[in-house]
């Protein structure tokens, strides 16, 4: 049972545009979504956060923005960069789950963006 | 630098054979999880330790131990009832198993069969 889903494995964007990653969620329990990237051979890098309490959140070239009543959040890099080009996977947690920090991850989206 | 670190980078089992993978933080963190990421699929749960001397079972805790006698230390033990074991594994830290923390990840162990 898939909680967390990232139905697109591949993503392919031309420098300086918009990417955009998508994640849906199925356990309305949910109310802590993270974003990671993961470049190959190394671990995840924590990138973006957002709590169920806001439907957008921003770090620079980085906005979240979450829809509670789709369960979809989705990830949008702008403008897209080369050095972007790695896995990204979504995470969700619920706060009810007796403080076990416990993540539920996505299978990936990679993001290739081409010069 | 603070950090996670694992290793070794890759490690090779026979058939039968136990093998410990290390993971040591030096970020003073409470929490520290240990995930199993397989080809096309998301990071799975293995174990996870909230305070020292204490640790949970994750979503694939069969043929897998771990302890966790140091607070910067969670070694993961991969036994030989462990059938599948090939797969990245991925060692984490956060600063409480709170609402709100973000993990942070050691740059994995590559296990693989002999």
């Known amino acids: 049972d898939q909680q967390v889903k990232q139905n697109s494995p591949s993503l392919s964007v031309q420098e300086g545009r918009i990417s955009i990653l998508n994640c849906d969620y199925t356990n309305s329990m949910f109310d802590y979504f993270l974003w990671y990237k993961k470049y190959p051979a190394e671990g995840p890098t924590f990138l973006i956060s957002?709590?169920?309490?806001?439907d957008k959140n921003e770090d620079g070239r980085f906005t979240v923005f979450l829809n509670k009543s789709a369960k979809h959040l989705s990830l949008h890099i702008v403008p897209s960069q080369p050095g972007d080009s790695a896995v990204y996977f979504c995470a969700a947690s619920a706060s009810m789950s007796g403080n076990t920090g416990k993540l539920i991850f996505g299978q990936g989206t990679t993001l290739q963006v081409k010069p | 630098d603070g950090g996670i670190t694992q290793s070794p980078k890759y490690l090779f089992r026979k058939e039968g054979q136990n093998v410990t993978l290390s993971c040591e933080q030096n970020?003073?963190?409470?929490?520290m999880y240990w995930y199993r990421q397989d080809p096309g699929q998301g990071l799975r749960l293995i174990y996870y330790?909230?305070?020292?001397?204490?640790?949970q079972k994750g979503d694939i805790a069969e043929g897998y131990s771990v302890s966790r006698e140091k607070k910067e230390s969670f070694p993961l033990t991969v036994t030989s009832a462990q059938k599948n074991p090939t797969a990245f594994y991925l060692c984490?830290?956060?600063?409480?198993?709170?609402?709100?923390?973000?993990?942070?990840f050691g740059d994995g162990t590559r296990l693989s069969i002999l």
């Open positions: 984490a830290s956060s600063a409480r198993t709170e609402w709100g923390q973000p993990q942070h």
């Open positions: 970020l003073n963190h409470d929490a």
């Open positions: 330790s909230q305070i020292v001397n204490d640790f």
């Open positions: 957002i709590s169920s309490i806001k």
